[in-house]
């Protein structure tokens, strides 16, 4: 059983920053491609960014590319999702997942996810 924890998210000005973490157990961490989705109200979910078990290779939506660095900290058995220059249409649920496939490509296919947590970004 995968279980995925995350926490960070709040309420932040434009421009701002926050940095969302998801817990899981280091043999999810250290074997599992890891992902961070987002869900605004009324709309679908949608991929942020991945990473995969191996080399650290990492995807980014367009949306978000060059203002989000997604990192592992094997230490804490985390990832880390960094969110930089935070814009108001960046406000979501943000959701943690984590797939067997190796593949980072953008995708909703991740069998297991976290319960999420909320973001809002204030203009």
């Known amino acids: 059983q995968v279980q995925l924890v995350e926490s960070g998210g709040g309420l932040v000005q434009a421009g701002g920053s926050l940095r969302l973490s998801c817990a899981a157990s280091?043999?999810?961490?250290?074997?599992?491609?890891m992902g961070w989705f987002r869900q605004a109200p009324g709309k679908e979910r949608e991929f942020v960014a991945a990473?995969?078990?191996?080399?650290?290779?990492?995807y980014y939506a367009d949306s978000v590319k060059g203002r989000c660095t997604f990192s592992r900290d094997y230490a804490k058995n985390t990832v880390i999702l960094q969110m930089n220059s935070l814009k108001p249409e960046d406000t979501a649920v943000y959701y943690c997942?984590?797939?067997?496939?190796?593949?980072?490509?953008?995708?909703?296919?991740?069998?297991?996810w976290g319960q999420g947590t909320q973001v809002t970004v204030s203009s």
């Open positions: 997942a984590a797939r067997s496939n190796p593949g980072i490509a953008p995708t909703l296919e991740y069998e297991y």
């Open positions: 280091e043999r999810t961490i250290r074997t599992y491609t």
């Open positions: 990473i995969s078990w191996s080399a650290g290779r990492t």
